[in-house]
């Protein structure tokens, strides 16, 4: 299976790519960070975030795309942008028919670390130790894409394989059919497209 994993973002929009099976040795592909200018209108940073993550389904062609759930905090601005940088990666995934899975912060964490309240530097550290990495992914947010990779080739089989029997059974995940949330609490190469 291979996963692309979005952190979402305005500023710096982290992607990811692993390939691997439950229970055997993953692998990271390409790690890097899509990054549009703070000064910038909206509509401009959007469309470079678009630009970016298509460049990332073309180049890899993955599977999945597994992007973090946005959550409440107390700067909305901050939040409304992470939303925004979420929607786009979720529609350059939606319109290529490639399935999408949500999983939060904490779900993310627990699956890499074996705590949900693990801090960045924990993950990143697992994120290095779990794919072999020589050196830790940088900046945060490519780490954390790499994470949410992971997390979802650990524990988003069992919801990739409810969705395709639902859909096998007449059902459907809306009106595009490909996304879904979680239902859950070889070459290393480092690129930047």
């Avoid at 952190?7 to 692993?18: A, E, F, I, K, W």
Wanted: proline share 6%; with cysteine.
């Amino acid at each position: 299976m291979r996963v692309l994993g979005v952190d979402p973002g305005l500023t710096r929009c982290g992607v990811g790519v692993v390939e691997g099976l439950p229970g055997r040795q993953l692998a990271m592909l390409g790690v890097g960070v899509v990054r549009t200018p703070a000064e910038d209108e909206i509509g401009p940073r959007l469309l470079a975030i678009e630009q970016g993550l298509e460049s990332w389904l073309d180049r890899y062609s993955p599977e999945l795309v597994a992007v973090e759930r946005v959550f409440a905090q107390h700067n909305v601005r901050t939040v409304m942008g992470t939303a925004q940088a979420s929607a786009v990666a979720v529609l350059c995934a939606t319109r290529r028919g490639i399935p999408v899975t949500l999983h939060t912060p904490s779900e993310v964490k627990a699956a890499v670390t074996g705590s949900g309240r693990a801090d960045k530097a924990q993950v990143t550290a697992m994120v290095t130790r779990i794919l072999r990495l020589d050196a830790p992914p940088r900046p945060a947010d490519a780490a954390d894409a790499l994470a949410l990779a992971i997390c979802h080739i650990w524990r988003g089989g069992t919801t990739n394989r409810l969705t395709a029997a639902i859909k096998a059974h007449g059902g459907g995940a809306g009106a595009g059919g490909a996304w879904h949330g979680s239902t859950s609490n070889h070459r290393r190469e480092r690129t930047t497209p």
